[in-house]
Every structure is written in C-alpha cells, then in structure tokens.
C-alpha cells in the first residue's frame, strides 16, 4: 500500500511520466526476449518525433522515472533501462549515449554492461566499476 499512496501523491503529469516509462520498459524488456540485439537496434534507430510533454522533463527526471520502473519489472536489466533511457531521452529532444562493455569476470567469463551518458554524465549504469568494461559499442542520438 505504501507503493501505491507514494505513486498518488505525485503530481498527476509524473504519474503520467511514470505509466508510460513502465510500459515502455516492458515492451523493451519483452523485445529483447523475444529478438535479437540487431534487430531491437534497428527498430530503435528510428528518430521519433520530440515530445513537449516529454521535453518538460529534466534528463535526472527521465532517469529516475526508469530506475523506479524497472524495479518492478522482472528481468530489467541495464540494457533495458539504458534502451529506455535512451528512447526517452529522444523522444524528450535530449542527445544522449548508450554505451555497451564487456569484460571478464573473476572466473574468466565474459560479462557485459549498458549505460546511458549525457553530457558525459552517467545518468543510468553507473555501477561503480565502468572503467573495466571495454567499450564494444556506443551508440548515441545524435547519429539518429
């Protein structure tokens, strides 16, 4: 209960940003799933019309909005919250990066990490220990 009265105590348009985030996430969540990698990119490379309702948001705004959804979706990984990030931050008329990294782990097997950079902020990804990953992909609006 607590969840739900902190979700109505918010102002009605970031109960807004909140939905549509959440649905967005889960449709992300759901493609990776389901396609491959090179296939969600492609639909992604589309650049979408900017949204002024969207546009309102500041980027720490956008970013909480995923981090507070993606802890209610099962399998939420950073690169589902870094796709969202990044398609809100599009559809907001914000540049923003994605950036995908590899590295091994301490038994030798390949390990992988999605973040989202904003003006060289990390804005969702950051988990402490970016410098061992070794960038095999960036990705970023500008080149929409």
Not at 9 to 18: G, S
Not at 49 to 54: E, I
Not at 64 to 91: D, E, F, N
């Amino acid at each position: 209960m607590h969840l739900l009265q902190q979700f109505r105590d918010l102002p009605a348009v970031e109960r807004k940003l909140l939905l549509w985030t959440f649905a967005l996430a889960v449709a992300i969540r759901l493609l990776l799933w389901v396609v491959p990698f090179r296939f969600a990119r492609r639909l992604f490379s589309t650049r979408p019309a900017v949204s002024p309702a969207l546009a309102q948001f500041p980027v720490k705004r956008l970013s909480w909005s995923v981090q507070a959804s993606a802890k209610r979706i099962p399998g939420a990984s950073c690169l589902t919250q870094a796709l969202a990030l990044h398609r809100l931050m599009v559809r907001a008329g914000h540049t923003a990066d994605l950036r995908i990294g590899i590295a091994k782990d301490d038994a030798s097997r390949l390990a992988s990490h999605a973040w989202l950079e904003h003006e060289g902020e990390i804005l969702i990804g950051d988990n402490g220990d970016l410098d061992r990953y070794s960038p095999i992909l960036a990705w970023s609006s500008e080149g929409h």
